[in-house]
Nanobody, 122 residues
Framework: QLQLVESGGGLVQAGGSLRLSCAAS????????MGWFRQAPGKEREFVAA????????HYKDAVKGRFTISRDNAKNTAYLQMNSLKPEDTAVYYC???????????????WGQGTQVTVSS
């Protein structure tokens, strides 16, 4: 079982950067795929990025390619989402999640953090 805690959200101007962290407790972090999702008000939760347990496989939502970078440090049981060139449309609650399989489907993720708010002002 994993417990996930996100941090690093906040208010930033368009064009700015934020780095989200997802700290995990549990022995299976290193073998779990990690995903980042986001949910804006009135919208469904959507996939942002995912990374396999070994970090060998990474996938991004098209809208964030070239701006966001997902990474992980298995020695620290932590996953990251570096967000650069932020846009107002990136405003959402961001969630990290863990899965036993590499997938972009939120329903396949077993463990979720509580979320962290990211607000990008224009």
């Amino acid at each position: 079982q994993l417990q996930l805690v996100e941090s690093g959200g906040g208010l930033v101007q368009a064009g700015g950067s934020l780095r989200l962290s997802c700290a995990a407790s549990g022995r299976t972090f290193g073998t779990s795929a990690m995903g980042w999702f986001r949910q804006a008000p009135g919208k469904e939760r959507e996939f942002v990025a995912a990374i396999s347990g070994s970090a060998a496989v990474i996938h991004y939502k098209d809208a964030v390619k070239g701006r966001f970078t997902i990474s992980r440090d298995n020695a620290k049981n932590t996953a990251y989402l570096q967000m650069n060139s932020l846009k107002p449309e990136d405003t959402a609650v961001y969630y990290c999640a863990a899965s036993t399989v590499f997938t972009v489907t939120p329903e396949r993720y077993d463990y979720w953090g509580q979320g962290t708010q990211v607000t990008v002002s224009s």
